[in-house]
């Protein structure tokens, strides 16, 4: 063989192998990406899925597809939600995860994760889930939500709009059900937590249903639709006797609570009271912290934190104020002065906008890479509740994100003194 024609066979190998490697190299691309492309779809089907389940917070991030229905809070839905999401969880381990490039592979563990989260709940689904309204959470606390999220721009957004209030009276129907069952299984909340919710529901029981906090598109916003004036008629008309059934669902709501519930509330404050309390907590704990830490670890760990932080403290009220007897005494002295005092609902209101876009937007740079463009905005809560909530806003930006504050008592809120704290 002379040295050309090896030269050659060399040339015409290494070309062979490296056409070889490129195929295979192709091909492991293709598998690949059809695998990361078959986990994309299948999480955008359990997003979809989520999103029919929770109808109201896919209206709050702008997804208005399904503002026609409202969430199904039967018991029995409880069982079919389990094996939907097992369904998914098979699906997903169909999936060859050591297919998919490394930074996916965390997506997959994280969406079995979530996916698991549903299948360990579904153990306790007569516990927490049984009592779906408080003071502090349910449709009474922020009833001008709805309003806020929901588009009025068409005759079929009104339509949407009509069917949600035909539907909330079986959904309440629905609560009142899962609240006997909790008086029977004697899985009640604690006196405490239910017992401010009449009088929220009080609120929004009118005599006429043109009075009602939901009338409210029907005065204005209907009259702006491009249709006759029949049309609009018929939409107000229609909204009046949907929002008159949804009145007397509340008012029936109301009654029990006030006669059946609140009269068998649990005697313990902790949720220990329950059959298999215990457990529960130990698993509430678990989704909270993802972490197997037992009660008592997390209490030793928040007392080594209360330890450190009272040392914290000690230092500046000495450095600052020359005080070392008591925190207890501290605080009242701060709370005394009168500039971290609030006089008016206005003066509260501007406090919480200065803090937010004066002083911690300017900071979230030190602390996050990528910041959305998205707007937050502060408005007062028009009923009592918690002292803040803040509601999600659209992902397109076409509506803020809502900041809420309760101002109904804005001398005995100390925005100023817990920001120095």
Same mark, same amino acid.
């Given at each position: 063989?002379?040295?050309?024609? *090896?030269?050659?066979?060399?040339?015409?190998?290494?070309?062979?192998?490296?056409? $070889?490697?490129?195929?295979?190299?192709?091909?492991?691309?293709?598998?690949?990406?059809?695998?990361?492309?078959?986990?994309?779809?299948?999480?955008?089907?359990?997003?979809?899925?989520?999103?029919?389940?929770?109808?109201? *917070?896919? %209206?709050?991030?702008?997804?208005?597809?399904?503002?026609?229905?409202?969430?199904?809070?039967?018991?029995?839905? /409880?069982? #079919?939600?389990?094996?939907?999401?097992?369904?998914?969880?098979?699906?997903?381990?169909?999936?060859?995860?050591?297919?998919?490039?490394?930074?996916?592979?965390?997506? =997959?563990?994280?969406?079995?994760?979530?996916?698991?989260?549903?299948?360990?709940?579904?153990?306790?689904?007569?516990?927490?889930?049984?009592?779906?309204?408080?003071?502090?959470?349910?449709?009474?606390?922020?009833?001008?939500?709805?309003?806020?999220?929901?588009?009025?721009?068409?005759?079929?957004?009104?339509?949407?709009?009509?069917?949600?209030? &035909?539907?909330?009276?079986? #959904?309440?129907? #629905?609560?009142?059900?899962?609240?006997?069952?909790?008086? %029977?299984?004697?899985?009640? &909340?604690?006196?405490?937590?239910?017992?401010?919710?009449?009088?929220?529901?009080?609120?929004?029981?009118?005599?006429?249903? +043109?009075?009602?906090?939901?009338? @409210?598109?029907?005065?204005?916003?209907?009259?702006?639709?491009?249709?006759?004036?029949?049309?609009?008629?018929?939409?107000?008309?229609?909204?009046?006797? @949907?929002?008159?059934?949804?009145?007397?669902?509340?008012?029936?709501?109301?009654?029990? &609570?006030?006669?059946?519930?609140?009269?068998?509330?649990?005697?313990?404050?902790?949720?220990?009271?329950?059959?298999?309390?215990?457990?529960?907590?130990?698993?509430?704990?678990?989704?909270?912290?993802? %972490?197997?830490?037992?009660?008592?670890? $997390?209490?030793? +760990?928040? /007392?080594?934190? $209360?330890?450190?932080?009272?040392?914290?403290?000690?230092?500046?009220?000495?450095?600052?104020?020359?005080?070392?007897?008591?925190?207890?005494?501290?605080?009242?002295?701060?709370?005394?002065?009168?500039? &971290?005092?609030?006089?008016?609902?206005?003066?509260?209101?501007?406090?919480?906008?200065?803090?937010?876009?004066?002083?911690?937007?300017?900071?979230?740079?030190?602390?996050?890479?990528?910041?959305?463009? =998205?707007?937050?905005?502060?408005?007062?809560?028009? =009923?009592?509740?918690?002292?803040?909530?803040? *509601?999600?806003?659209?992902?397109?930006?076409?509506?803020?994100?809502?900041?809420?504050?309760?101002?109904?008592?804005?001398?005995? %809120?100390?925005?100023?003194?817990?920001?120095?704290?």
């Amino acid at each position: 063989m002379t040295r050309m024609n *090896f030269d050659k066979i060399v040339f015409f190998s290494v070309v062979i192998i490296m056409w $070889v490697l490129a195929v295979l190299g192709l091909i492991a691309y293709t598998v690949n990406g059809d695998t990361a492309l078959e986990l994309k779809e299948l999480q955008e089907e359990f997003f979809q899925w989520k999103l029919k389940e929770s109808p109201l *917070f896919a %209206t709050t991030i702008g997804e208005y597809k399904y503002d026609d229905i409202v969430q199904d809070l039967s018991l029995a839905h /409880l069982d #079919q939600r389990k094996v939907i999401v097992d369904g998914f969880i098979e699906k997903l381990k169909r999936i060859d995860r050591t297919l998919l490039p490394r930074k996916t592979r965390y997506s =997959y563990d994280i969406f079995l994760d979530t996916l698991q989260t549903f299948v360990d709940g579904y153990k306790w689904k007569y516990h927490g889930n049984l009592n779906p309204m408080s003071s502090l959470e349910g449709f009474q606390t922020d009833p001008s939500l709805i309003l806020k999220i929901s588009p009025f721009n068409t005759k079929g957004d009104f339509e949407n709009f009509i069917s949600r209030l &035909l539907l909330y009276p079986k #959904q309440i129907d #629905q609560v009142i059900i899962r609240f006997s069952e909790a008086i %029977t299984l004697k899985n009640t &909340l604690h006196n405490v937590s239910i017992i401010a919710v009449p009088d929220q529901l009080a609120k929004l029981i009118v005599d006429d249903p +043109k009075k009602s906090i939901y009338f @409210a598109p029907f005065k204005d916003q209907v009259h702006k639709l491009d249709v006759k004036n029949a049309t609009q008629d018929e939409l107000i008309k229609r909204g009046a006797e @949907a929002i008159k059934l949804y009145i007397e669902s509340i008012s029936k709501l109301k009654k029990f &609570l006030e006669t059946k519930y609140i009269p068998n509330t649990r005697q313990s404050y902790g949720v220990d009271g329950w059959r298999d309390g215990q457990d529960y907590y130990k698993a509430c704990l678990k989704w909270h912290l993802t %972490t197997d830490m037992t009660p008592r670890e $997390v209490h030793q +760990k928040g /007392l080594e934190e $209360v330890k450190r932080i009272k040392e914290e403290m000690f230092k500046i009220m000495k450095e600052k104020e020359g005080i070392t007897d008591s925190i207890a005494g501290f605080s009242k002295i701060l709370m005394n002065r009168p500039s &971290l005092k609030f006089n008016t609902a206005d003066e509260l209101l501007a406090e919480y906008n200065k803090l937010i876009h004066d002083v911690i937007y300017p900071k979230l740079p030190e602390y996050f890479k990528d910041i959305p463009d =998205y707007k937050v905005i502060v408005e007062p809560e028009k =009923y009592d509740g918690p002292a803040g909530q803040y *509601f999600i806003g659209t992902e397109d930006g076409s509506r803020p994100g809502i900041f809420q504050v309760n101002l109904l008592r804005p001398n005995e %809120t100390y925005v100023r003194f817990f920001t120095i704290i």
